[in-house]
């Protein structure tokens, strides 16, 4: 590890949630995993039946909807700024999204795990590469864009 690079660290839920203001049923991240801030950061949310965006997207085929999954993937951002000493106490609005593309279906009872990148920072602003996935597929992959209130 050089001297720019810092250690890991992982966030519970309890962490996750004083650092992003969201809260059921919006707050779409459970556990970061690893993040390296200004690099990257992996976390998981896990989906349940009864998760409430089931019940009507769709009856009988539920299926988590896309623009959730690219909000789950904006939370996971969230922490590679928000965990340097110069952002904390900042809020990281999701300001955009490009590129977006989706390969495969994230169902209830998947584990969605997510990938995310820093790629750019300019002044309150930041970009992100993500990658959402299931059992190692390919679900969802965005270009994020960060801006810091």
């Given at each position: 590890?050089?001297?720019?690079?810092?250690k890991?660290?992982?966030?519970?839920?309890?962490?996750?949630?004083?650092?992003i203001?969201?809260?059921?049923?919006?707050?779409?991240?459970?556990?970061?995993?690893?993040?390296?801030?200004?690099?990257?950061?992996?976390?998981?949310?896990?989906?349940?039946?009864?998760?409430?965006?089931?019940?009507?997207?769709?009856?009988?085929?539920p299926?988590?909807?896309?623009?959730l999954?690219?909000?789950?993937?904006?939370?996971?951002?969230?922490?590679?700024?928000?965990?340097?000493?110069?952002?904390?106490?900042?809020?990281?609005?999701?300001?955009g999204?490009?590129?977006?593309?989706?390969?495969?279906?994230?169902?209830?009872?998947d584990?969605?795990?997510?990938?995310?990148?820093?790629?750019?920072?300019?002044?309150?602003?930041?970009?992100?590469?993500?990658?959402?996935?299931?059992?190692?597929?390919l679900?969802?992959?965005?270009?994020?864009?960060?801006?810091?209130?």
């Amino acid at each position: 590890m050089t001297e720019t690079q810092t250690k890991p660290i992982s966030l519970d839920i309890i962490q996750i949630m004083d650092m992003i203001p969201h809260r059921y049923p919006f707050l779409l991240v459970d556990r970061i995993t690893e993040c390296v801030p200004m690099q990257y950061s992996k976390g998981y949310k896990n989906l349940s039946a009864n998760e409430m965006f089931f019940n009507g997207h769709f009856p009988n085929n539920p299926i988590m909807p896309g623009v959730l999954q690219i909000e789950a993937l904006a939370q996971a951002a969230a922490p590679i700024i928000l965990s340097m000493e110069q952002y904390k106490g900042k809020l990281a609005l999701f300001a955009g999204v490009d590129s977006v593309r989706f390969k495969n279906i994230v169902r209830p009872g998947d584990k969605f795990e997510m990938e995310v990148t820093l790629t750019k920072v300019k002044g309150p602003i930041a970009k992100c590469s993500g990658k959402g996935f299931v059992d190692g597929k390919l679900c969802i992959e965005a270009e994020i864009t960060i801006a810091l209130k």
